[in-house]
């Protein structure tokens, strides 16, 4: 039972469609196994889905504006050296979820399970890691 | 910037992870030094790989009797080194 956990289901924002052909998935780093399982556990430790554990990490889509580069230059994932990118329709066909929760453009990327092998699938549809372009600092 | 096997961080966090607040959240009791972890401090938060330097916003109720830290990311670190030395509060 989920006892005390926050109901995800209060955190959902209504009305978005997702394009599974052209919205893309995005995160910064950590995209490896130990990384998700890490957020994926701290999730579970807070937040409920239909009254179980809800075992998700975060993620950002390119919807409704938001766009690749405005997302790598905002204020968090312009601190991330390295990003994944994979297209919603990828991740939906190898069997994640993808819901619409807390401010846009954040995503919860569900997992079905909570296992190294889900995990290492994940990884393995976001692919190579990218060098986030904006990831600036002055040169000393 | 130190090796990565050398980095302690003060607050293990993702950077992904927002909640209803919009800013970075995690468990108090992810950090081995709580004591340095509280409303107003700049700390670093993140992994070893890639720290962040962050304001802790708030500490506020968690389930099951924790505490969630709430984080402000203001940058790297790297960043933070480079203008302390330019003001000469760090040696070149």
Known sequence: ?140 | MSKTSDVIVTLPADVNMIDETGYVWTFLHESTEPDRVFPGALIVAGDPVEPFVARVVDIVDGPRGTSVVHLDVLGVPEDAIDELRHARLLPS
């Not at chain 1, 995005?26 to 409920?48: E, K």
């Not at chain 1, 405005?70 to 601190?79: F, H, K, M, P």
């Open chain 1, 1 to 140: 039972m989920a006892g005390d956990l926050i109901p995800i289901e209060d955190c959902l924002r209504p009305g978005e469609v997702l394009d599974p052909d052209a919205h893309l998935v995005m995160r910064g780093w950590p995209v490896d196994v130990a990384g998700i399982l890490r957020n994926a556990d701290l999730t579970r430790s807070r937040y409920s889905l239909a009254e179980e554990p809800f075992v998700a990490i975060s993620a950002e889509v390119t919807i409704a504006g938001w766009e690749v580069d405005s997302i790598l230059t905002g204020a968090r994932l312009r601190s991330r050296r390295t990003y994944a990118i994979a297209l919603v329709g990828e991740l939906l066909a190898a069997g994640f979820d993808l819901i619409p929760t807390f401010e846009i453009p954040h995503y919860s990327l569900i997992l079905p399970s909570y296992t190294e092998a889900t995990a290492a699938c994940l990884v393995e549809v976001f692919g190579e890691v990218k060098p986030n372009p904006y990831f600036r600092r002055r040169e000393p």
